[in-house]
T-cell receptor, first 114, second 112 residues
Framework: AQSVSQHNHHVILSEAASLELGCNYS??????LFWYVQYPGQHLQLLLK??????LVKGIKGFEAEFIKSKFSFNLRKPSVQWSDTAEYFC????????????FGDGTTLTVKP | ETGVTQSPTHLIKTRGQQVTLRCSSQ?????VSWYQQALGQGPQFIFQ???????GRGNFPPRFSGLQFPNYSSELNVNALELDDSALYLC???????????FGPGTRLTVL
């Protein structure tokens, strides 16, 4: 069965620090990849996505992610975090041969100290 | 543009009862997916409906069932509730089966 691993459960950073959150998935076929974010008191919302093409994708609020097919990874990065980035971040994968099913990681809680 | 809405917000049931949760999809979306999210975990896929047909199903027993209506709104029904069914139930709509999902606020179900 397909699985998604987010290795960091809770990350605490100071403002202006760089961020990298890991995401690895188990499926070897064609996939659509997503990072979703949930800010305190808000719904889950899309941060960025990768379907095909340039493996380096840019999202909202200065976030980017790199798809490395050989490593089954889709890590999220931001060069300089802000206090407002405090949120929970979820990596998700859709297997294109079973397009109805999404698999989410267990999430990473990011706390940014001012 | 109206986002995804879910009702009710909170619900308390007792073991063995049945529950129906409702979801209105975002305007123009024909696909609805349902998730169960336990505390400290990511959303677990229950099933997806695409144009009124079940399009995919996760590892949930048959007592979890659903429906999608011609206006693409959807219901999640859970029969014979168990204590472990206590969770946040999320609905998400999308333009297609493998595209970006737009999530509702969720329904918090507590089973006593």
């Amino acid at each position: 069965a397909q699985s998604v691993s987010q290795h960091n459960h809770h990350v605490i950073l100071s403002e202006a620090a760089s961020l990298e959150l890991g995401c690895n998935y188990s499926y070897g076929g064609t996939v659509n990849l997503f990072w979703y974010v949930q800010y305190p008191g808000q719904h889950l919302q899309l941060l960025l996505k990768y379907f095909s093409g340039d493996p380096l994708v840019k999202g909202i609020k200065g976030f980017e992610a790199e798809f490395i097919k050989s490593k089954f990874s889709f890590n999220l990065r931001k060069p300089s975090v802000q206090w407002s980035d405090t949120a929970e971040y979820f990596c998700a994968v859709i297997d294109n041969t079973n397009a109805g099913k999404s698999t989410f990681g267990d999430g990473t809680t990011l706390t940014v100290k001012p | 543009e109206t986002g995804v809405t879910q009702s009710p917000t909170h619900l308390i049931k007792t073991r063995g009862q049945q529950v129906t949760l409702r979801c209105s999809s975002q305007s123009g979306h024909n696909t609805v997916s349902w998730y169960q999210q336990a505390l400290g975990q990511g959303p677990q896929f229950i099933f997806q409906y695409y144009r009124e047909e079940e399009n995919g199903r996760g590892n949930f027993p048959p007592r979890f069932s659903g429906l999608q209506f011609p206006n693409y709104s959807s219901e999640l029904n859970v029969n014979a509730l168990e204590l472990d069914d206590s969770a946040l139930y999320l609905c998400a709509s999308s333009n297609s089966r493998a595209d970006t999902q737009y999530f509702g606020p969720g329904t918090r179900l507590t089973v006593l």
